[in-house]
């Protein structure tokens, strides 16, 4: 027997994550991203190399960033799949969210066309059903699926299925370092046939967060002590709640009476999933739920256009993230000019956004246009939290685990071997890292239940020897029967034989070299 | 009882023996139902459990039923300790029997034992079980008689060195070891527990051998599946590790701990929160671990083998990894119960090893930042325990986290962030005038917290000579530069930069001919409130005598001062004091009569602030005296501002009701003196009259045309001061005033210029009339309950001091709106003598308000026999004035109905 998966997507990069494994004569297709770096037939996964696209048994969605869920829409409704899709409860509330933003950026900002309309999307989370946090369904009469915490986003989920006995266990993206917002990830001990693991930082080991943390707020607490502003231009899921958790404590413990704001769009939406969704958080969170929500901000406030030149110090988030537009730069044109004020920038910024020059460099001043120019005098931090696990996450996961294989996707080529090379190595789990579109089978082992004689049974008890028990016997497997272990002396009784000695004697001859 | 006859008859019956006797269920339970009631009688009971146990062998054809007796029995066990004996002699037999049997007769022996006294318990057990049953009971195949002769064994071996035994110490470890192995997952937990406890118990009796060989098997049931086998496993892989770091057998055991430190820390990244907090729990109690492990626990890449030496490099592949970053992540751990852990494993191991302290102070002040209180309060701990070894070295990056929590929400985490700065080593000036900048921050906003913020400082400043001389020289230029009697310097950041300056000359004598002598002078005023703060390292005298003799103040009496040899103050320190405050109560009096109030009033202040700070270290006899002296000066507060109001009286507009008020808290401040006080000197007493005759004289001008009354009462007053001694001038001055018949008003000022006041002393006799009152069973959230309209009854403790037989004594009660009812106490009624006398009486108080609830106010109040003759006659009342002599205290009510 053996698991087959066949890579559509994530194989040796990052985007369009999507595997369809077979396993039991089942065929389960985890996640069905888009690839964020394409805007013609590569952005989806090769749907034509699946037979038919209704012999797949169910679609798992581990979280609702697009490159996991981004195809979804496309797979359901165009390519006509219509069995069950299984995703959590988070994940279903904010995945039309996310798809619906990206399909109108592609349509209204770069005029492109859209693979798939408002409708399609809207038709096709109505099939999608939720499930929760470990619990187990029965998808047909042979396959289950369970989904564990993951960490990494709200609502992302780890997806164990199991046809029979044979296992395995699809990571998605995940986390093995708590957020104050969100936990660790979180699973049982499971015999796995294959492990399925991300690898997106396959060779980086991450220091403490506790050193970002520390130079952040010291940052933020100096600026804002000396009566600066201090801009921090996020997206409105995530990094947002995470660092307004942590300045929202901080300004608690150390009494600052400085305001907080969050930019009107941003929050008021985000933030209420988060208050409902306080069972997907972190413990930090789950524990202090039951005297206050800690979504409600104590020192956060709404924050309006005519504020921007107000006198005083203050700490705005404002989206878009990267400084690419919209309102986060309407403000970083007004505070840029000071030095007194600091800019601090979480997380990764695309290239050709401000966010990207500030970053690279510190630049003097920006040429927004031909017209408009920027002085930027003011202080810039930059800050790396990134919610993917790093190498030792994943080393100690597998080892954690200890499955038969690891297959590893959603990396980068090179950094993958190295993870293979080390995981094979150190924990001596066969691994490997296929490309995409390549088809890799993973033989499993099948147990089968025999009966004993009681012949058998009685010697095993009675020929000890020292500690260990050794005991022989023989296993007949006949057609029609189950398989059987019986003496030496039944087993010749059954095929009616007799014992037979046959001796040997051997010499060696002294001279013989 | 009827009950209990009927139940008696069907088994008093089986006392005659009756072999054919079978216990049905209904009897059974009839049976338990007698044993487990309370009120059962002995003998029915011992005829109860008789008839049990000798029915017992009849029953061994029965197993339900048997093992249903078994329990009956096992239950009343606990309850009825004197059957036990009888009980476990008659189970003897049975406990080889069927496998129900032995598993019902082992549970019961097991609720039997527990149940008993430490050693009678497992007296109980010696006397049934021996090796060979053990053995084999414990080598069944039935779980239920595996599980409870493990139990049983892990009762016993808690106790095994207050019992005899039953086993050998060796068979009793390998019977554990066996059942490590157990299928079972609980069985093996339950063996693990057992064999910890065997460790702890037998901790320096036992073979080197043992801990190892129970290292071994830890270490392979540490990848249990089952979560509670892997958290005993990882405790007892800890309580080896702990136990042969100390056994000493000469052998070097870096290596060994090093392997049994990684083997824990493996555990830290398990999915279990148990078991990573017993992994970080563990991995405090192992000792002796090499530097290069500890540094590759704080770090989650692989180091280079390059700064070790062998045993690294042994390490290298197999157990390294394991070690890699395990506090790290214990201190990134999303359960706070874990940091915490984690957090003091941490601190324990960075006690023992510099290099590991250098990195791990820094995780340690990052984890300042952590959002649960405790796992802050518990790295502060941590952290203290690591500036006691000298081994905390703060670089400036760790600073501004650090003093943060110096304004931190928490009082504890202030208070501990203090400890520690008590303690630390700052490497630069600028690090150090931040943190005196940041206790002073922490002092303005916590003025409460001055005590402590002061000692740190203090502390701060004897432990770095060269900055604290440093901020010296600077406060003492600033000083020279601004103006004398600038109020800037009034603020507490002086009085804080002041106890830096003065900590390293004082406590070491050094830096004295640099410090600037001006900054000694500075101290001076404040020295009650930094001697507060030094309490038990300097005393107050010897810090005063040491500012005063290097300060350019020249005090001539310093010498006069007598040295403080206990801790309090000396009654020759408080004739001091009086003397001071005596002399300056003068000073401020004659400011008064110069019509210069507001000097007065400054002086007075500052004498009230001094009698203030003394008083809190005061011996009782003391605090009566200063309690005098209190008043003694409000008094003349009024005075003075009544004189001034006099003064404008001529000039401007005249506010003549503000005046009364003025006039009548005098009035009643005067009464609260004369009548709170006993045993005074002729003197005291003299002045205290010469006072209610200058507050008369005050009364006497506003109302003009003085009636006939006051003017009685005058002389009577002055008729006493004539019969105690020989009259003042002033005294003489109103008898010449009155016998002339001229205005006295007119003579105002000429009075007051012959009224003297001072001379006043320490009266070592002098004793405090007070009562304490204390209501029974009443606070605001169990309030009294009464009818509305009918009177209520209060229970009140009452305890008098120095009350003597011909005072009146009254209680008052009040509620809100109404007028109060007096009840008169009678001293008759009392226990005790003059000093103390006490008495518990019920109070009625009458007229309940028609309300749900209501609360009346209580306190004990003295007549002033020889003060004005007040018209409260009809309520029953006191006929004069009076004054309390409690605290007021609430009683609350809540009507019967609202309950």
Redesign the interface.
């Given at each position: 027997m053996a698991i087959q998966c066949l890579i559509l997507g994530a194989g040796q990069e990052v985007g369009k994550s999507c595997v369809v494994a077979m396993i039991g004569g089942k065929k389960i297709m985890f996640d069905c991203g888009m690839h964020m770096g394409f805007s013609d037939h590569r952005a989806f996964p090769d749907f034509s190399l699946l037979s038919s696209s209704n012999d797949i048994s169910c679609v798992v969605i581990t979280h609702f960033h697009l490159d996991h869920i981004g195809a979804l829409p496309y797979f359901t409704e165009v390519c006509g799949y219509n069995g069950p899709i299984y995703m959590t409860y988070p994940t279903k509330a904010l995945a039309p969210l996310m798809l619906e933003d990206y399909r109108k950026i592609l349509v209204d900002r770069r005029g492109l066309e859209e693979q798939y309309t408002y409708e399609n999307i809207i038709h096709c989370m109505n099939k999608v059903i939720p499930i929760d946090i470990k619990q187990t369904i029965q998808v047909d009469k042979d396959l289950l699926i369970r989904a564990y915490y993951a960490g990494h986003v709200l609502g992302a989920a780890m997806i164990y299925a199991q046809v029979g006995e044979e296992k395995m266990l699809y990571t998605g993206d995940y986390n093995m370092?708590?957020d104050?917002h969100l936990?660790?990830a979180?699973?049982?001990?499971l015999s796995l046939d294959l492990l399925i693991t991300e690898s997106t930082y396959a060779t980086t080991?991450?220091?403490?967060?506790?050193?970002r943390?520390?130079e952040f707020?010291?940052a933020v607490?100096?600026c804002v002590a000396a009566g600066g502003k201090v801009l921090i231009p996020t997206f409105a899921l995530g990094r947002a709640q995470e660092l307004c958790i942590l300045l929202d404590?901080?300004w608690?413990?150390?009494?600052i009476n400085v305001p907080i704001y969050f930019s009107a769009g941003l929050t008021i939406q985000a933030n209420m999933y988060y208050k409902m969704l306080i069972g997907w958080t972190?413990?930090?969170i789950k524990?202090s739920y039951t005297v206050r929500n800690p979504f409600d901000f104590k020192h956060v406030c709404p924050f309006e256009r005519s504020m921007i030149n107000l006198p005083g110090p203050c700490v705005l988030f404002a989206t878009p993230g990267m400084i690419s537009g919209g309102f986060s730069l309407e403000v970083f044109k007004q505070w840029a000019p000071s030095d007194k004020n600091l800019i601090a920038i979480p997380g990764y910024c695309v290239a050709g956004t401000i966010g990207h020059k500030l970053m690279s460099g510190k630049p003097t001043r920006i040429d927004l246009d031909k017209d408009t120019r920027i002085d930027v005098r003011c202080q810039i931090h930059q800050l790396t939290f990134s919610p993917h696990t790093?190498s030792?996450g994943i080393?100690?996961l597998v080892?954690?685990l200890s499955p038969k294989h690891v297959i590893l996707v959603h990396g980068e080529k090179p950094k993958m071997a190295a993870l293979k090379q080390r995981i094979e190595s150190?924990l001596g789990i066969q691994c490997e890292y296929p490309a995409n579109n390549e088809t890799v089978l993973v033989p499993t082992t099948q147990s089968l239940k025999i009966s004993a004689s009681k012949t058998f049974v009685r010697n095993c008890t009675t020929e000890l020897d020292g500690d260990e028990r050794i005991a022989e016997g023989i296993l007949v497997m006949e057609k029609g029967h189950n398989a059987k272990i019986v003496s030496e002396e039944e087993f010749l009784e059954t095929i009616g034989a007799e014992r037979n000695v046959v001796s040997f004697t051997g010499w060696v001859s002294p001279l013989a070299q | 009882m009827e009950e209990e006859g009927s139940l008696v008859q069907p088994l008093t019956t089986t006392c005659n023996p009756n072999p054919l006797f079978q216990f049905d269920l209904t009897s059974l339970s009839s049976a338990q139902a007698l044993l487990l009631n309370p009120s059962t009688s002995i003998d029915t009971i011992h005829s109860t459990v008789d008839s049990l146990l000798l029915s017992l062998p009849h029953l061994s054809t029965n197993a339900t039923s048997l093992s249903l007796a078994l329990s009956v029995l096992a239950q009343s066990a606990p309850l009825h300790p004197s059957l036990s004996q009888s009980i476990v002699s008659s189970v003897r037999s049975l406990i080889n029997g069927q496998d129900r049997t032995s598993s019902a007769v082992l549970s019961a022996l097991l609720s039997i034992a527990t149940s008993c006294h430490n050693e009678d318990g497992s007296s109980i057990l010696t006397s049934i079980l021996d090796e060979d049953l053990v053995l084999s009971l414990a080598s069944s195949g039935v779980y239920k008689i595996r599980s409870r002769i493990l139990r049983l064994l892990v009762f016993v071996v808690g106790r095994w060195k207050c019992s005899g035994k039953f086993l050998t110490d060796e068979v009793m470890v390998r019977v554990f070891l066996r059942f490590t192995g157990d299928i079972y997952p609980v069985l093996r937990r339950d063996a693990i527990d057992g064999l910890c406890e065997f460790l702890t118990v037998a901790r320096d009796g036992v073979d080197f051998c043992v801990p190892e060989c129970c290292l071994e098997h830890a270490i392979g049931l540490i990848g249990d599946?089952d979560e509670f086998v892997r958290v005993a496993a990882v405790r007892m892989v800890g309580l080896c590790g702990e136990m042969l770091g100390e056994k000493e057998n000469g052998v070097d055991k870096t290596g060994q701990m090093d392997t049994i430190f990684t083997q824990i820390c493996s555990m830290a990244?398990?999915?279990s929160v148990k078991v990573r907090i017993e992994a970080f729990n563990a991995l405090g109690k192992v000792k002796l671990v090499s530097d290069a492990v500890l540094m590759q626990s704080l770090s989650?890449?692989i180091l280079g083998s390059k700064n070790g030496g062998k045993s690294i490099i042994k390490l290298d592949k197999a157990s390294k990894?394991c070690a890699?970053?395990a506090y790290?992540?214990g201190?990134?751990?999303?359960?706070?119960v874990v940091r915490k852990s984690a957090c003091r494993s941490l601190g324990i191991h960075a006690v023992m090893s510099f290099k590991f302290a250098d990195d791990s102070i820094?995780?340690l002040?990052?984890?300042m930042?952590d959002?649960?209180e405790s796992v802050r309060l518990e790295a502060l701990d941590s952290l203290f325990r690591m500036a006691a070894q000298g081994c905390l070295n703060v670089q400036e990056k760790h600073v501004?986290?650090f003093l943060?929590l110096l304004?931190?929400?928490?009082s504890l985490v202030r208070h501990g962030a203090r400890k520690i700065l008590q303690l630390m080593k700052l490497p630069k000036l600028e690090i150090f005038k931040s943190t005196v900048n940041k206790l002073i921050a922490n002092l303005e906003?916590y003025p409460e917290e001055e005590e402590g913020i002061f000692f740190s400082l203090f502390s701060l400043g004897k432990n770095h000579r060269e900055f604290s001389l440093n901020v010296a020289k600077d406060l003492a230029k600033q000083i020279e530069r601004t103006s004398k009697g600038d109020l800037t310097f009034a603020k507490p950041s002086m009085a804080a930069t002041l106890v830096v300056c003065i900590a390293s000359p004082l406590s070491e004598n050094e830096n004295v001919p640099d410090t600037p002598v001006v900054l000694f002078s500075y101290a001076v005023p404040l020295l009650g409130r930094i001697s507060r703060a030094l309490q038990g390292t300097f005393d107050q005298h010897f810090l005063l005598t040491f500012l005063l003799d290097h300060s350019n103040i020249k005090w001539k009496s310093r010498d006069l001062m007598p040295e403080i040899v206990s801790k309090g103050i000396s009654e020759d320190l408080m004739q001091s004091v009086i003397k001071f405050i005596s002399k300056s109560v003068g000073d401020a009096w004659s400011l008064i009569k110069g019509s210069n109030g507001n000097d007065a009033e400054k002086i007075l202040r500052s004498c009230m602030k001094e009698l203030e700070i003394i008083s809190l270290n005061a011996s009782q006899a003391a605090i009566t005296t200063l309690d005098f002296f209190s008043k003694y000066i409000q008094i003349l507060q009024l005075i003075s501002k009544i004189q001034c109001k006099f003064d404008f009286r001529n000039s401007t507009t005249f506010h003549i009701k503000s005046h009364h008020i003025l006039l009548e808290k005098l009035d009643s401040a005067l009464r609260k003196i004369r009548y709170s006080f006993t045993g005074w000197t002729k003197e005291v007493e003299c002045h205290i009259l010469e006072l209610s005759l200058l507050v008369d004289v005050f009364t006497f001008s506003l109302a003009r045309i003085p009636s006939n009354e006051y003017l009685k009462n005058l002389l009577s007053k002055i008729s006493h001061l004539e019969a105690i001694s020989c009259l003042s001038d002033f005294t003489k001055e109103i008898k010449r005033l009155i016998e002339e018949r001229s205005s006295v008003m007119v003579n105002l000022h000429s009075l007051l210029k012959v009224f003297e006041c001072s001379g006043l002393e320490f009266v070592r006799e002098m004793k405090p009339i007070k009562a304490e009152l204390k209501v029974v069973g009443d606070d605001s959230e169990n309030p009294l309950t009464f009818v509305p309209g009918l009177p209520a009854g209060i229970r009140l403790w009452i305890t008098l001091h120095n009350t003597s037989s011909t005072d009146r004594l009254w209680l008052h009660m009040s509620v809100r709106g109404r007028r109060p009812q007096y009840v008169f106490l009678d001293l008759s009624n009392f226990e005790g003598s003059e000093e103390v006398r006490k008495c518990s009486s019920l109070i009625p108080f009458y007229e309940t308000p028609k309300v749900a609830s209501f609360e009346i106010r209580v306190c004990i109040v003295i007549e002033c026999l020889s003060e004005h003759y007040e018209v409260l006659k009809e309520r029953g009342g006191p006929k004069y004035d009076v004054t309390e002599l409690s605290v007021e205290k609430l009683v609350y009510f809540s009507s019967v109905k609202s309950r």
């Open positions: 370092t708590p104050r936990g660790a979180q699973i049982d001990r080991v991450r220091d403490s967060k506790y050193l943390e520390r707020l010291k607490h100096t404590d901080y608690e413990r150390m009494n972190s413990q930090k524990d790093d030792k080393m100690d080892e954690f150190e | 599946d990244r398990d999915m989650k890449k990894p890699a970053g790290i992540h201190i990134e751990d999303e359960f706070y820094n995780y002040m990052d984890l930042n959002d649960s501004h986290m943060g304004t931190d929400m928490s906003k």
